[in-house]
C-alpha cells in the first residue's frame, strides 16, 4: 500500500494494526459508513471561496478513476467495508458524463446504499429526472445568495437563473427533501442568510448554512472574515421564531432549527458550524478522490493510494485491508483551532465536499 504523505510533517502516533474484518472503525472508535466521492476536481463555476477566476492546474483524464474503476471500488466500500450512504461530489459532479451510469450501479450493489449528490445545480433542470430514475435519493444543491447580482459576484459566473431551474427540476423529480447549502460571504451574507432562509420556506427547501472552511485554493481563509454560525443564528433570530429541533443529531454535521410562525412551524434550518463548534467526534465520514486516493479526513495530512493498488492486480482483500488502515489512522479532530494548524495542500474542489 503507498501511503502519500502531502508536504507537511505529520505527528506520527504509535498504531496497532487495524481490524481485519467489521466494521471500518478508528482508533477513537468512530465507525464510517458515509463514503464521499469526488467525481471529478472540474467546475463550471469558480466560486471566490473555493477556486481562483482561472481555475486549477486539473487532474489529466488518465489519473482519474474509469467508471469501472470507481464502481469496483464501490462494491468493496459497500460489500466489505459496511458504508451504507455514498455522497457523489466534486468539482462539479454534474460536468461528468458517466454520472448516471456510477448511480445506477450504486444502486444495484446489494445491500443498496443511500444515494446522495452535492452539486452546483447548472445543467441539474435536463438531468433531475434521469438522476432519480438511476437511483439517486436525496440532492443537496448548494447556493449562496438568491441576489443575481451577488451571485455573479461570489461564482464569477451569472448563472443565477440555471441554479434555480435545477433546484425546482430536482423538486419536481421527487428528490425529497431538496437541500440547499450556503457558505455566506463575509460582507453581505448574513443578509444573504435571511433572504435564503425566506426563499427556501416558500419552496419548501432545506437551507443548510456552512461555516466557510480553510481549504479554499488560494490559501486565503481567515478566520475573523469567515461568517461564525453564533452570528448566522443571531441574525435568523432577528427576523424568524427558532427552536432546537427534537430529533437526535446523531452524525449529522447540521444542527438542525425549527422555524416557527404563528400557526406553527413552517421549516427547518441547518447550521453547520465545521469551524466554531466540531463535530468531529462523531465524524462518519471516509472520502475517495477522483483520482483514486482515500483520505479519511477532508484536513487530512496523508492520502492512500487506491488508484494505483487497482492499477497494479491488487485484489479485493487487498484493497479492503489498505481501506482499512487509511480510516484506523484518522486523527481525533481537523486541528483547524490548534496554533500549528497547516491547511491541506489540496482544496476543496480537489477532495470532494
Ligand atoms: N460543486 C459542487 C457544489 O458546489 O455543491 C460540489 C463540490 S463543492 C466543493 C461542495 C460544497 O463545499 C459546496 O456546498 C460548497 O459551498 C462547499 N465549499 C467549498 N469550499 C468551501 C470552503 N472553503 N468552506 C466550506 N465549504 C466550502
Ligand atoms: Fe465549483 Fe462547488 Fe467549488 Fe463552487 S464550491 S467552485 S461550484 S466546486
Known amino acids: 500500500m503507498t501511503v502519500v504523505a502531502l508536504g507537511v510533517p505529520t505527528v506520527h ?10 466494521p471500518l472503525i478508528d ?60 455522497r457523489f461530489t466534486g468539482g462539479e459532479p454534474l460536468v461528468v458524463a458517466h454520472l448516471e451510469e456510477v448511480v445506477a450501479a450504486t444502486a444495484d450493489l446489494d445491500p443498496r446504499p443511500e444515494i446522495t449528490l452535492t452539486t452546483n445545480g447548472i445543467g441539474l433542470a435536463g438531468r433531475a429526472d434521469a438522476l432519480k430514475r438511476a437511483g439517486l435519493d436525496r440532492i443537496n444543491v448548494s447556493l449562496d445568495t438568491v441576489d ?16 434555480l431551474a435545477g433546484l425546482r427540476a430536482a423538486r419536481s423529480a421527487g428528490l425529497h427533501q431538496v437541500k440547499v447549502n450556503a457558505v455566506l460571504d463575509p460582507v453581505t451574507g448574513l443578509d444573504d442568510a435571511v433572504a435564503l432562509l425566506r426563499f427556501c420556506l416558500g419552496e419548501g427547501y432545506q437551507l443548510r448554512i456552512i461555516e466557510q472552511m480553510p481549504l479554499d485554493a488560494g490559501h486565503s481563509w481567515r478566520r475573523d472574515r469567515a461568517v461564525s454560525a453564533d452570528a448566522v443564528l443571531a441574525t435568523l433570530r432577528q427576523h424568524f421564531t427558532l427552536t432546537p429541533d427534537p430529533a437526535p443529531r446523531g452524525s449529522a454535521p447540521a444542527q438542525l432549527w425549527q422555524v416557527h410562525d404563528g400557526a406553527g412551524v413552517t421549516g427547518r434550518v441547518g447550521i453547520i458550524a465545521s469551524v466554531s463548534h466540531a463535530f468531529c467526534a462523531a465524524c462518519d465520514r471516509s472520502r475517495l478522490t477522483a483520482d483514486g486516493q482515500v483520505r479519511n479526513c477532508l484536513f487530512a495530512r496523508e492520502e492512500t493510494d487506491l488508484r494505483a493498488l487497482l492499477r ?42
Open 27 to 86: 482508533t477513537f472508535g468512530r465507525v464510517a459508513t458515509d463514503l464521499r466521492v469526488s467525481l471529478t476536481d472540474l467546475c463550471n463555476l469558480r466560486c471566490t471561496y473555493c477556486m481562483p477566476a482561472e481555475g486549477l492546474d486539473w487532474l489529466p483524464g488518465d489519473q482519474k478513476l474509469s467508471p469501472e474503476e470507481l464502481i469496483r471500488l464501490l462494491r468493496i466500500a459497500v460489500t466489505r467495508l459496511g458504508i451504507t450512504g455514498v
Open 148 to 163: 443575481g447580482e451577488r451571485f455573479a459576484a461570489i461564482t464569477r459566473r451569472d448563472r443565477l437563473a440555471d441554479v
Open 312 to 353: 497494479s492486480g491488487a485484489d479485493d482483500d487487498t484493497i479492503e485491508a489498505a481501506w482499512r488502515a487509511a480510516m484506523w489512522s484518522k486523527a481525533a479532530g481537523h486541528g483547524i483551532n490548534d496554533p500549528d494548524f497547516v491547511q491541506p495542500d489540496r482544496p476543496m474542489s480537489a477532495i470532494g465536499g
Open 13 to 22: 502516533r504509535t498504531l496497532s494494526p487495524a481490524p481485519v474484518d467489521g
